[in-house]
């Protein structure tokens, strides 16, 4: 574990998975998820991949609007009926050619 100068070390965070909302499951702790918002009030935003809406949580007020392609990053918390996400990072993704990340995605589930 890396270590600061105060001899601490610190924690280290499980990496976040790349899934789609369909995909996560009760053995996912961190993910990684890529989709546009469909909604937003306050901290919370609701995100749609193609394959589902989760809501994502966050600890301060999010601005970004609907219909913006965003990728987020945080814990999946089980509910009663799926999940939910504890948003850590939300990325800006509007530049991204959509078409060329969905082959790239492919090509590497083909080499796995």
């Known amino acids: ?3 600061t100068l105060e001899g601490f070390v610190s924690p280290r965070r499980l990496p976040s998975i790349g ?3 369909s995909e996560i499951g009760k053995g996912d702790v ?3 998820l890529l989709g546009t918002v469909i909604d937003r009030k306050d901290n919370v935003i609701v995100i749609d991949d193609g394959t589902g809406k989760i809501n994502v949580t966050f600890e301060e007020p999010v601005n970004f609007d609907a219909n913006r392609l965003v990728r987020v990053f945080g814990r999946a918390i089980p509910m009663e009926e799926g999940f ?3 948003g850590e990072v939300i990325q800006d993704m509007k ?3 959509l078409d060329l990340y969905r082959k790239v995605n492919e090509l590497e589930k083909a080499n796995v």
Do not use: H
Request: charged share 55%.
């Open 19 to 21: 899934r789609r909302v």
């Open 1 to 3: 574990m890396p270590e």
């Open 95 to 97: 530049d991204l050619d």
């Open 84 to 86: 939910e996400i504890q």
């Open 30 to 32: 961190r993910v990684r």
